[in-house]
């Protein structure tokens, strides 16, 4: 907490968990990581410099946008854009060194226009589909789709650098669904080099196939939800938690037994108690689906969220204890100091940790967010 005077709700990014995930998956994968930093860095914000310096050789984000953004704050490694509308800025994409993904034929004509206009070849990397349906060119139009990337590698469109292709249920390695989408990969690997075609960056595994090796032995593992301490299979303890969230104390006020709180009233106090008002809700991202399960720690203690959660504010029950104004509360953390974690908040709410740590992101003017950095030369500068 740098800040030299805290919002009422502050959200403290980790950068050293950042940073020594980072290397951990780099060398896991002898240093091939493209850093997904998609939705503001699935909510942590500004901290590219922090993986290109711990091991990350590249970075995968998906809109032209974002990949837009990051070369405006100063980074230069390569950045991959892979989701795009056919009208997306694909020139300044392509002047900016931006390597865009190819899921079908109607993007490979809006890019390849958009770099003969720049008067350079774009750099691409074929999208497949290898099996969930979602983005990605088909099995079907894969085969068309290489014959006319070659083409437009003839005319100096695009230059085909990889194939990518992302698993459908690589949290279940068990699941032969893994080996199914693996052949189809290698498949169609080998289609794009009988179509002249010669892509030397193949990627195929996220943060779960790289952790349990369902996708490794290819060029680049691309790890979002890993760097910041998400193993989506929760198969590992080696990952560190990279956020806490914490908010200050409104008010407090004792309220006797029978006293229902918030919308509803559908908590009802058994006993006299004392309730703490926190100034962050649903409208900041704490999901409303968390009320009745949530709890936060508060001087020492786990203590319950009562009541529906408001847009704005929650209430906890202190039992005995009277919260000062200003008193810190700890919303969730690494859970070093028992404090609730982001994987208890994501069961809370009957949901995944990604959706619990983007939709904080940059969601309210509310919560400031800061970044603890790891080096001593930049925790000077507030
Ligand atoms: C989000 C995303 C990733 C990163 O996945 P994680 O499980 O967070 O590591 C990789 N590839 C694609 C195509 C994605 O959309």
């Keep these: 907490m740098l800040s030299m005077h805290p919002s009422a709700s502050e959200l403290v990014v980790h950068d050293d968990a950042i940073r020594e995930n980072t290397a951990r998956f780099s060398a896991m994968t002898e240093g091939r990581i493209m850093a997904v930093l998609k939705a503001d860095a699935f909510g942590h914000g500004e901290i590219a410099r922090s ?48 390597d865009l993904a190819v899921p079908s034929v109607e993007l490979l004509w809006s890019i390849g226009r958009a770099a003969l206009r720049v008067g350079r070849p774009a750099r691409v990397h074929l999208h497949l589909d290898v099996g969930m349906a979602r983005d990605g060119c088909s099995t079907r139009d894969w085969s068309t789709l290489c014959t006319l990337a070659r083409e437009h590698e003839a005319l100096g469109a695009v230059r085909v650098v990889g194939v990518m292709g992302h698993l459908s249920c690589a949290d279940e390695p068990e699941h032969p669904q893994n080996a199914r989408e693996r052949l189809v990969f290698e498949s169609a690997v080998r289609t794009a080099r009988r179509r002249a075609l010669a892509p030397r960056i193949l990627h195929l595994a996220a943060t779960a196939a790289t952790l349990n090796g369902v996708g490794s032995g290819f060029d680049v593992h691309r790890i979002g939800a890993g760097l910041f301490g998400i193993d989506p299979s929760s198969r590992t303890d080696v990952l560190r938690p990279a956020v806490t ?14 006293t229902g709180v918030g919308y509803g009233l559908d908590f009802v ?104 950095t790891s080096s001593p030369s930049q925790g000077d500068r507030s």
């Design 51 to 98: 993986v290109l310096e711990s091991g990350a050789t590249s970075v995968g984000v998906t809109s032209v946008d974002e990949a837009l953004a990051l070369r405006a704050t100063g980074v230069g490694a390569p950045i991959l854009s892979w989701l795009n509308t056919p009208d997306a800025d694909f020139e300044t994409a392509v002047r900016e060194n931006v």
């Design 245 to 258: 969230l914490t908010s200050s104390v409104v008010s407090s006020r004792e309220v006797a037994a029978g």
């Design 269 to 372: 106090a058994q006993n006299r108690t004392n309730l703490a008002l926190l100034p962050v809700g649903y409208g900041d991202g704490l999901p409303r689906e968390a009320s009745g399960r949530a709890e936060v720690f508060a001087r020492g203690r786990r203590r319950p969220l009562v009541g529906r959660f408001s847009m704005d504010m929650v209430v906890v029950d202190t039992g005995d204890d009277v919260l000062r104004p200003n008193e810190r509360v700890t919303v969730f953390g690494p859970g070093a100091q028992g404090e609730p974690t982001v994987t208890e908040w994501a069961e809370w709410s009957r949901t995944i940790e990604h959706e619990i740590v983007t939709r904080l992101g940059n969601r309210s003017p509310r919560i400031h967010r800061t970044i603890e």
